[in-house]
């Protein structure tokens, strides 16, 4: 098991948009945009449930996650492990999110009778450049 060192954190912790890829049942990889954040040494990120991601996750728990630094594209984070779906606190983590990347108290894209899941990441491996 890997662990994050602070510079990787820190890029994690900045709102800048991640990539993440799912195993879909056939095998192939299936990459999405997300907003993502730290709880002490795990990657959360949020969906909602019947996405693609909740669904190959429940599937098949392996998930990776990526950020780079728009500003030094030798500045990155690389994360893979398996994905723990967590329907508690759902709600608050994607409204933390909200106020992270769009300044916003709450999640303004709620669809009607959405139930949102987070996506617990706790890293196996960990691929971090500081940059240059």
């Given at each position: 098991?890997?662990?994050?060192?602070?510079?990787?954190?820190?890029?994690?912790?900045?709102?800048?948009?991640?990539?993440?890829?799912?195993?879909?049942?056939?095998?192939?990889?299936?990459?999405?945009?997300?907003?993502?954040?730290?709880?002490?040494?795990?990657?959360?990120?949020?969906?909602?449930?019947?996405?693609?991601k909740?669904?190959?996750?429940?599937?098949?728990?392996?998930?990776?996650?990526?950020?780079?630094?728009?500003?030094?594209?030798?500045?990155?984070?690389?994360?893979?492990?398996?994905?723990?779906?967590?329907?508690?606190?759902?709600?608050?983590?994607?409204?933390?999110?909200?106020?992270?990347?769009?300044?916003?108290?709450?999640?303004?894209?709620r669809?009607?009778?959405?139930?949102?899941?987070?996506?617990?990441?706790?890293?196996?491996?960990?691929?971090?450049?500081?940059?240059?």
């Amino acid at each position: 098991m890997s662990k994050l060192t602070d510079g990787a954190k820190d890029l994690l912790n900045r709102p800048l948009h991640a990539w993440v890829t799912t195993v879909r049942p056939d095998g192939s990889l299936q990459s999405t945009v997300v907003w993502v954040t730290v709880d002490g040494d795990d990657v959360l990120f949020n969906t909602a449930v019947g996405r693609a991601k909740e669904k190959n996750l429940r599937a098949d728990p392996r998930v990776s996650i990526s950020v780079l630094d728009p500003e030094d594209r030798y500045h990155f984070v690389s994360v893979s492990g398996n994905g723990v779906l967590e329907l508690d606190g759902a709600d608050e983590v994607i409204d933390r999110l909200a106020k992270k990347y769009l300044g916003k108290d709450s999640y303004p894209f709620r669809q009607e009778g959405e139930q949102r899941v987070t996506v617990r990441v706790t890293p196996e491996h960990v691929i971090y450049s500081p940059g240059g």
